[in-house]
């Protein structure tokens, strides 16, 4: 008996799909009907709450066979939503604040589509023609955001065929590998005999500049991409290397310095610093003035990664939080967090037009010299045309808007610290700056408890609370009906032990006072009911 899923193969029916649309009662044209028509009813519907065992998931994707016959499109497409759609991730739901994920703009939808269907590679000019001028406006809308200079700059350098103000890129780790390459290469740059570190390669560099090695210092909460990048570079993960943060997450600038100064007497050179605008695990801020003039007095690049914390520059009642930004010679922003994009929209930017130049690649057959091409300036090759969403959501929610966006977010975030802080079960452990805050569940006698306990057993309480918390988060999102992330921090108040906390993120604007206060009301109940809190808490409250 035939599978009534699989169609024969032939010219007709290959070219049946790529030109001939789906029939408006077909599985797929439903979908994206309703879809279309109610975007929030759709996942509400179609994404199981209760979550399944990816172990399980995993037998649905086992095969490494591709099918030898073609399959109809609503097999296919029921195929997705029996298998695919009902298990992912419901990050759109207003009480899914675990992750920097959110709500998307209706809009996107269908001019996401039809960004698809142009299907345009930004690499060259040849398979983008005016998508490119349109990436460079926006780059250079977003340079203006955060460097704030004058429109005859922009008149000479937004489209200029030598240069790029940025680059966009798939997220947050190109854009500050990308940033980091370019401060490798500027420093060591053509000299004399010596062609560049691109020509001649890194131990060239190193023996004629005369350096041991080459290092990059950031703050023990930098993200994990920078670490990649140091890899990548040849720097060496040894030298990239973490400060010590303060009791508020923000790098010891002093500390930073006197690293600097040992590795200069080791004679390894410092090739960048990096501020961290919105850290990932706490959203604090680094002093960015301080690193400017620490990058200044060390003669060193200095960037920032404000992938989640640059859309605060958006908001006049906000963006005072990111001083010093201005002065960074290089800044990574992900228009994919806060600024509601969907996934795959980093971009990084460069103070001085010129810095790109220290990448420069060129190729006959696509990127020739003198063109405007945006590939000869991006790590990334082939490209799709991101920008005409970032484009959209600028033009269509404006910077008031925006503004809106983002002051509503401080202020829900701040809420939710005073709602903790009212708990006696509740333990706020990192005050938000930006929407993103830390904290966890610690009832009221346990808190007592270790007031009088002596050093071992509040090791022990410490690690009990560990495996509490760790239980909790993960019963809350199996559970399905709310979602916070957990982190492990190292906070004074816990001798500065490792310590599991809750972590939340509040940019879904749909995200109401009243979620909040539910979310809270559901990890009371779960706590009570907890496997761990009855094997290793119970026994400290008697």
């Not at 005016?130 to 460097?147: K, N």
């Not at 404006?398 to 509740?426: H, N, Q, T, V, W």
């Not at 966890?440 to 050093?455: C, F, G, H």
Request: net charge neutral.
């Amino acid at each position: 008996m035939s599978d009534k899923r699989f169609a024969v193969a032939s010219e007709q029916s290959l070219m049946r799909v790529f030109t001939v649309p789906e029939a408006p009662d077909s599985t797929l044209s439903k979908i994206e009907a309703e879809i279309s028509s109610n975007l929030a009813g759709f996942l509400n519907e179609n994404i199981a709450a209760v979550e399944k065992p990816l172990h399980e998931i995993e037998r649905d994707f086992e095969s490494a066979h591709i099918p030898e016959e073609p399959m109809f499109v609503s097999a296919h497409a029921q195929d997705i939503m029996d298998k695919l759609v009902a298990h992912s991730v419901h990050t759109a739901a207003p009480s899914f604040i675990g992750h920097m994920t959110s709500a998307l703009p209706h809009f996107v939808l269908p001019l996401s589509k039809l960004m698809v269907g142009l299907n345009q590679n930004l690499v060259k000019i040849e398979t983008s023609k005016a998508f490119t001028p349109l990436e460079r406006q926006v780059i250079g809308m977003l340079h203006h955001m955060a460097y704030g200079r004058k429109q005859g700059f922009y008149d000479k350098w937004m489209h200029s065929a030598k240069t790029s103000l940025g680059a966009f890129c798939s997220g947050g780790t190109v854009a500050n590998i990308t940033a980091l390459w370019i401060a490798r290469n500027r420093l060591l740059k053509p000299e004399g005999d010596f062609k560049g570190i691109g020509a001649q390669g890194l131990v060239a560099a190193m023996f004629h500049y005369g350096y041991k090695g080459l290092a990059v210092l950031v703050s023990e909460r930098g993200h994990y991409s920078l670490g990649k990048s140091a890899d990548l570079l040849g720097i060496g993960r040894d030298h990239f290397i973490s400060i010590p943060t303060d009791k508020d997450n923000k790098v010891d600038v002093e500390a930073m310095r006197k690293e600097a100064q040992a590795l200069q007497a080791q004679g390894i050179k410092v090739m960048a610093i990096v501020g961290v605008a919105g850290t990932t695990e706490t959203g604090n801020i680094d002093p960015l003035n301080e690193m400017a003039d620490l990058a200044a007095e060390i003669d060193c690049h200095f960037h920032v990664d404000a992938a989640w914390g640059g859309a605060t520059l958006l908001s006049q009642n906000a963006r005072h939080l990111l001083a010093g930004i201005e002065r960074a010679d290089s800044i990574t922003i992900d228009a994919h967090k806060q600024m509601y994009v969907p996934m795959g929209a980093g971009i990084v930017l460069f103070k001085d037009p010129s810095a790109t130049d220290a990448i420069e690649h060129h190729a006959e057959y696509i990127l020739r010299k003198g063109s405007k091409d945006l590939g000869s300036h991006t790590l990334e090759g082939s490209r799709p045309g991101m920008a005409m969403l970032v484009h959209a959501c600028l033009r269509i929610i404006g910077r008031k808007g925006y503004e809106m966006l983002i002051d509503k977010s401080l202020d829900k975030a701040r809420y939710f610290a005073d709602l903790i802080k009212a708990e006696p079960d509740f333990e706020l452990i990192s005050e938000p700056e930006l929407c993103l805050l830390t904290y966890r569940y610690v009832p009221e006698a346990i808190k007592t408890r270790l007031k009088s306990a002596d050093e071992q057993t509040k090791l022990d309480i410490y690690a009990a609370l560990n495996r509490f918390t760790a239980s909790m988060q993960k019963r809350q999102r199996e559970a399905g009906r709310s979602f916070v992330s957990r982190t492990r921090l190292t906070p004074p108040e816990y001798g500065y032990q490792p310590t599991v906390v809750f972590r939340v993120v509040l940019a879904n604007p749909l995200t109401s006072k009243d979620i909040l206060q539910d979310i809270l009301a559901e990890q009371r109940e779960l706590a009570l009911s907890d496997p761990m809190y009855k094997k290793y808490l119970a026994k400290y409250l008697t």
